[in-house]
């Protein structure tokens, strides 16, 4: 279960937590010493704007125990309503953070998502850079599988047959919040960590933005220079906009408190 006392803010559609990168692997930690799993949402411009127009996906992401602020428009939207969100816990990070608390704690990780043989590269470098770390197993769904019920029930059945305690799936949202939804019935004192590219980023396919871009919110800048035929719709058209909606919404909300 979520803890309660953690402070929590509404951003669109979704509640994010006001928590650190390493507060939250302790939460992760403190509930596996107890057997009880859960399952990370790392919510960025692009997933809080579509929990916004379908309230299917708010729902989806509602079954999370936690959602954190995977962008700093979020953790800006966040502050500007009135709650210090800390910091901004992306997935990409999360994967090397989670990896390092199992490896402490002695517990197994599993990695799914990537094309064939990236999900293997980054267990190497996972398992390279925090000694004792127990892959439990990796996996590549093929492309469409979500659309066929025996793929995805042999995906499924590939992970809990491993027995993992930290499942990253990196597919995409909301394709990857599905599939969690489906492992953890089978697997539910297992942790589950949404993270889009993170093992890809993690196997070394892409790099992520010097420190000081991440910091000033402009991570997204060197993504599309990377990608700019796959993102620049998504990027400028879409979450652009959103994202300025987003923050004079925050404002909103903050002009009405404090003059209730």
């Not at 953890?184 to 000081?212: K, Q």
Request: with cysteine; net charge neutral.
């Amino acid at each position: 279960m979520p803890d309660i006392s953690q402070a929590r803010v509404r951003v669109g559609a979704v509640d994010v937590w006001a928590v650190s990168e390493s507060g939250l692997a302790d939460h992760v930690v403190e509930a596996w010493r107890r057997s009880a799993g859960g399952a990370i949402v790392t919510a960025n411009v692009d997933i809080v704007r579509a929990a916004t127009r379908r309230p299917e996906l708010a729902a989806l992401i509602a079954e999370s125990e936690v959602v954190v602020a995977d962008g700093m428009p979020v953790v800006w939207a966040g502050r500007l309503a009135g709650v210090p969100v800390p910091e901004r816990v992306t997935g990409s990070s999360l994967v090397f953070t989670l990896a390092a608390a199992a490896a402490r704690e002695g517990r197994s990780v599993y990695l799914l998502g990537g094309n064939p043989g990236v999900p293997e590269k980054a267990a190497d470098v996972l398992t390279a850079r925090h000694p004792g770390l127990r892959v439990a197993g990796t996996g590549s769904p093929p492309f469409g599988f979500e659309r066929d019920d025996a793929l995805t029930a042999e995906t499924v059945a590939g992970v809990v047959e491993a027995t993992p305690d930290l499942v990253m799936v990196g597919l995409g949202f909301p394709k990857q919040e599905n599939l969690i939804r489906l492992l953890r019935a089978e697997l539910p004192d297992a942790w589950f960590l949404g993270c889009g590219a993170g093992i890809p980023m993690a196997a070394g396919e892409f790099t992520r933005a010097p420190g000081v871009v991440q910091k000033v919110g402009a991570e997204w800048l060197h993504r599309l220079a990377l990608e700019p035929r796959r993102l620049a719709k998504r990027y400028l058209r879409d979450d652009l906009p959103f994202a300025f909606r987003l923050l004079g919404g925050a404002l909103r909300t903050r002009f009405r408190r404090t003059g209730e």
